[in-house]
């Protein structure tokens, strides 16, 4: 049996030359042992560091056997001297000591691991490392992944509190309700034949704090939605959700801004610019095809319907004519690419619709080659200054419906600056994208629906056109982009009645409809409430950015598959009947 | 429609006399409106607090008719000069001043409240006020309350910070496990047949973060109960979770009174003391006859069993035959108790199982009355000094089996004391309960349980009796009391796989018991496991100390009720047959 007296005077982590020749205790993991010659080396791991051990058969004949029984990830607690090393390791921390040992206590064994906690171990099964995630979790760079997390949270938790905001916890068994993503449920066992539903949101917890006075709130709040899962989707994930009352759509611009700034600030030690760029939803659909554009690099999408108008070429002109538009990007240095490799981006862009991709390469002389014949000589020229193609430069175009060129020319954006190595590095481009529609056409049921969500305020420049062209009138939603990401977006709500009620009549909602979409909450409003707004990050897509990786079980402790299962609980499982019948539910074959 | 531009330049709680003379802009709720002859006052009300406003028709004519529509609850935003106040009302913070009015704007009208926004407004039925939850929500002395709550969490976890404690967030869908509480369950739509369930604690994923090598990590987790509640319990509730590696009993010890020290001192600006007094077990079921103590007043159990042994009383020497015991209790100035008094004290103890109380009062010649007569002069006086009996003090007797005395005068001790007025007021009287028994008899099925859980670790001094008599055994557990109240609970956990498995067979578990009942965990700690210990508070009690209330929806923004529904948004509710058709399962009639 151990003694439970195995206290650290230090962590692994943290002994340096300037340490030498004092005792110690250190307790962790076995990472690697090494006998060199009678000499056994022993790096002992813990959450903050590596340290070497040396056992030495000349100094303590038992301790040097007990340490050859040490396998990897046994749980060992010691003491001993910190001696300077001779040859030092720059390359770890503590590389400059090492400790010769006197004290040696095998406080857990370990059966040997499936893989290798280590960080170069290549071709690990994902599925292999989430059964034994308490195994992965020893690795480095996860844990790394949760002390950026948990000093994100706090930092972000701090500066929100200086900005006078208050944390409040808003429930987790909510209703149902019909607008949105499919809802998890919950069966109520006090109440048999009802249910409770996971929220999608806190969103309408927030707007009655705001109704209730608390004027500004904030929340870490987890979310849940029970959709088929992207890669990068967890069935339930972090949100930080804010809402204020009496503000304008700067001020909650502001708010955000200083959580990503305190949050890169803290994480990384990178000072964000003071506020972020702005940009238009109209805008940037217009030059980057999305309505959230990575900045990273430039490479716009260039209109030129005036220009293909006038050219020869029928493909262009019979897309015109069907309102169809014709956009140009510039790729800088492109002419180099060969016919093989214009005809891959052909292949790719038809994954987004795109027929066909027009090019033109630009020589010293200007534009030529492929479609180049069409255009008159004077057009030609018009066209490479509207592109600023230089020599080298390749231009593509694409025709067709408007809303085709856009997603077919956005992703081949993106294509083509990953493949060009064009985006830099460590590169944080933020950008607010503003004033969205507020309205967008449903073509299966015929008639407009909300673009966000009903209780968005319509832009007060244009309040004129709600009645004679809603599709036209812009919404007071924004959204907040980094790195072609979508990391935060939200709103500022309707508090007037009557133009509450001006939408729903827009969105041919009846009292009916009304009640049982949102029920006590469009009564709630007329209580007296206050103008309001917020916002809401997705916090792991954050999080994902600050720790540079692409996967998103990296953020999360205990992360689910794209199949929404943890596979080291095993959930989700069956139950006893028991459990059932107490909630007077059964199962359908 | 109104302009969005309402930005304050001061809140309703913020303008003092050194403001005088200045223009300002604030916006809030209508608090209350008084015509005094032709002028009218208007107390405009926020988070932050109230400020009066003025509205006198020889100023401004128009103003004075729009303030006269004004109705409680309306939204407004003003502008105007801050004057200082002829009569000044030293009641309110903002009572050296008052607005005078130059701009007047209505953001929003209100329906009349079911009940005035008002801390003295009487017998208002609860269901009401969770009906309105969001005007409610308006109250003072409810925005305190999260205003607290927010200060309390965000202090905790800046100095779990400072203690190099990781806040890792963990899953709310997991699985469901045959121990404890019942589950909440989440059907899987994904795997028909399969459930999810709402984590009764984060236990076993906090564990596994210990084995992960995550040294210390503490979250603010959401737990769920599908209980049948109690007046102070919530389906849902917040516990601070906290667990370290490589720590002592004192290490958790210090880190959970400074979790305390930090709430008291950020909430309430009380200074805790350093340390907080440790009983044992045996001692508080000995001196309190309950594991958690009310120390705010004195009035200890004496046991009396071999003075009671000696005298000529039937009703106590026949309880000691049958293995029962006999203890005292001490009442300061009850001998003015009348018979009757008495009586009830009687039939309150009768609740709790015991059948009658023995009582003698003390004279200044010593014990006397009732059941004096059976005690010879020379026992009554060491009786009295037993109890320590003064003049003029009540001493009442109980006879029972151990669990009935215990139970029923711990019952009648905190009874005494809230009828006498015994308890202190503000006294915060916290103590460690330590050492509790490792094993419980179960008498259903004639075998021991686990009095916490079958990971806690025994008490090495008693490891001896592990084999020869469990019942014995003393584990490393505790619980933090405050005021009576259990906080907080916790122990070292197991990390010997050989003392585990002794422990399984020691409960009778077999390989497949313990397989289904703990899954991969138990394979989880054989790959290395740290020694490490926790601790859980219970948040939402501790903030019920904090805000000096009795009623846990007072600190829950938005609570269930007792049968755990929310009666504002209805909560649970019938769904569509189509999620019920998606989730594969169907409810009973």
Known sequence: MQTLDYKRSHTCGELRAL???????????????????????????????????????DQDVALHKLASTLRSEYVISISGTVIEREVKNSKMETGDIEIQISDLQILSEAKTPPFLINEDEPGIQEALKLKYRFLDLRRHSLQQNFILRHKAMLAARNYMDRQHFLEITTPILG???????????????????????????????????MVGGMDRYFQFAT?????????????????????????????????????CKTIFSSCKNIELPESFPVMTHLDAMEFYGTDRPDLR???????????????????????????????????????????????????????FGLRGLGWMKCGPDGLNANIAKFFSPELLSELQAAVDAKDGDLVLFAAAQESIVNQALDHLRRHIAKEQKLIEENALCFTWVVDFPLFAWDKNENRITSEHHPFTTPHPEDLAHL???????????????LNGYEIAGGSQRIHDSDLQHQIFDLLQLSQNDIEEKFGFFVDALQYGTPPHLGIAFGFDRIMMIVCETDNIRDVIAFPKTIKASDLMSEAPSKVAPSQLSDLAIKTLE
């Open 297 to 351: 690099f430039d490479m716009r999408l260039i209109r030129v319907d005036s220009i293909a108008e006038r050219s020869e070429f029928a493909v262009f002109k019979d897309q015109l004519k069907q309102d169809g538009c014709v956009k140009a990007m510039c790729v800088k240095g492109g002419s180099e690419f060969s016919r093989k490799e214009i005809d891959k981006l052909t292949a790719f862009v038809s994954d």
């Open 19 to 57: 340490h030498a020749s004092k005792t110690v205790s250190l307790s962790g993991w076995v990472h690697k042992r090494r006998d060199l010659g009678a000499i056994i080396f022993i790096d002992l791991r813990d959450r903050y560091g590596i340290t070497q051990l040396v056992f030495n058969p």
């Open 223 to 259: 979310c849940f939605r029970d959709e088929d899962l992207r890669s990068d989707r967890q069935p339930e994930f972090m949100q930080i959700d804010i809402e204020m009352s009496f503000g304008k759509r700067e001020d909650i611009m502001k708010t955000a801004e200083g959580v």
């Open 467 to 481: 009645k004679t062209d809603p599709l036209k009138v812009r919404s007071l939603a924004y959204d907040l982009v």
């Open 175 to 209: 209703k149902s309700t019909p607008e949105g993503a499919r809802d998890y449920l919950v069966p109520s066992r006090i109440y048999p034949g009802s249910f409770y539903a996971l929220p999608q949101s806190p969103q309408i917890f927030k707007q009655l704090l």
